[in-house]
Nanobody
Framework: VQLQASGGGLVQPGGSLRLSCAAN????????VAWFRQAPGMEREGIAV????????YYGDSVRGRFTVSKDNAKNTVYLQMNSLKPEDTAVYYC?????????????????WGQGTLVTVSS
């Protein structure tokens, strides 16, 4: 099983980026998928999750209203659209998947993790 996160880069404050999480070895339609991030010297933070069944979503307070998570089952890929980016959004972003029927950002539920992609928000 492999989750491949991509799409990170350098963006100016106020800009946008779209991250992708592509899966091999599992069908993301059968999994809830979340995005986590970790900034230097900070704890890992769960920011967005999409359910495995009905497409329900949940966001952390720090990104709600700016970020949108979506899933394309045909492409076996989950996306994180990030708008109105701020310098404090700078972090390594990870995607992760779990098979339970719950919508959670608690990391210990997650079975599979991607390798991370770096997002830097700076002028």
């Amino acid at each position: 099983v492999q989750l491949q996160a991509s799409g990170g880069g350098l963006v100016q404050p106020g800009g946008s980026l779209r991250l992708s999480c592509a899966a091999n070895g599992i069908h993301l339609a059968d999994y809830a998928v979340a995005w986590f991030r970790q900034a230097p010297g900070m704890e890992r933070e769960g920011i967005a999750v999409i359910a495995k069944s009905d497409g329900s979503t949940y966001y952390g307070d720090s990104v709600r209203g700016r970020f949108t998570v979506s899933k394309d089952n045909a492409k076996n890929t989950v996306y994180l659209q990030m708008n109105s980016l701020k310098p404090e959004d700078t972090a390594v972003y990870y995607c992760a998947a779990h098979h339970y029927r719950i919508l959670t950002l608690q990391s210990h539920y997650y079975d599979y993790w991607g390798q991370g992609t770096l997002v830097t928000v700076s002028s």
